[in-house]
C-alpha cells in the first residue's frame, strides 16, 4: 500500500464518517422533537413530574447533537 492509496482509505473513511455522523444529528432531532411533543402531552394530563423529566431529557438530546454536529464539522477541517 503507497502513500496515495492510503489517502484514499482515509477519504472513504472520512466521506464514511460524514454519513454516519449526518444520519445521527437527523436522528437525535427527530427524537428531541419528540420529546418535547411527549413532554406536553404529560403536562397536559397533569403529569408534570414526568413532564419535566422529559423536558430535561430532550435539553440532554440538544447537547448531545451539537456534539454530533461539531464532531461532523471537525471532519472538514
Same mark, same amino acid.
Not at 15 to 39: C, D, M, P, T
Given at each position: 500500500?503507497?502513500?496515495? &492509496? @492510503?489517502? #484514499? =482509505?482515509?477519504? &472513504? *473513511?472520512?466521506? @464514511? /464518517? @460524514?454519513? !454516519?455522523?449526518?444520519?445521527?444529528?437527523?436522528?437525535?432531532? +427527530?427524537?428531541?422533537? +419528540?420529546? +418535547?411533543? *411527549?413532554? !406536553?402531552?404529560? +403536562?397536559?394530563?397533569? !403529569? =408534570?413530574?414526568?413532564?419535566? *423529566?422529559? !423536558?430535561?431529557?430532550?435539553?440532554?438530546? #440538544? %447537547?448531545?447533537?451539537?456534539?454530533? %454536529? @461539531? /464532531?461532523?464539522? /471537525?471532519? &472538514?477541517?
Amino acid at each position: 500500500m503507497n502513500a496515495n &492509496d @492510503k489517502r #484514499e =482509505d482515509f477519504m &472513504d *473513511f472520512n466521506e @464514511k /464518517a @460524514k454519513i !454516519r455522523l449526518g444520519h445521527w444529528v437527523n436522528h437525535s432531532e +427527530e427524537h428531541q422533537k +419528540e420529546y +418535547e411533543g *411527549f413532554s !406536553r402531552e404529560l +403536562e397536559n394530563a397533569g !403529569r =408534570d413530574v414526568s413532564a419535566g *423529566f422529559i !423536558r430535561e431529557l430532550a435539553k440532554l438530546t #440538544e %447537547k448531545s447533537t451539537e456534539c454530533l %454536529k @461539531k /464532531a461532523l464539522r /471537525a471532519l &472538514d477541517e
